[in-house]
């Protein structure tokens, strides 16, 4: 059943090992990606211990900043995305 859902799925994973990369990636290759070109996977760095501690709910918002920034290149100095 398609839903005619305009535009891109993307997949945010923070933190991950290069194994833990590289095995995200083969299965979004193998499967994922045969669903749809719009499925996408955007890799962040780890962010659990950005305030010192080990804190893994710090990925979440700082994930999608780092995707804002770096996919949709967003700039929060002047509040609109760069195309």
């Known amino acids: 059943h398609k839903v005619n859902q305009p535009g891109d799925v993307i997949r945010i994973a923070s933190g991950c ?6 095995k995200l990636e083969d299965f979004h ?3 994922i990606k ?3 070109p719009n499925f996408h996977v ?6 659990t211990k950005i305030s010192g501690d080990n804190y893994k709910y710090y990925n979440k918002p700082f994930g ?6 770096h996919w949709l290149k967003y700039d929060e ?3 609109r995305l760069k195309n």
């Open 17 to 22: 090992s290069d194994q833990q990369k590289q």
């Open 29 to 31: 290759e193998s499967v």
């Open 34 to 36: 045969k669903l749809s």
């Open 42 to 47: 955007h890799f962040t760095p780890d962010f």
């Open 64 to 69: 999608v900043r780092h995707f804002m920034t």
């Open 77 to 79: 100095s002047n509040d």
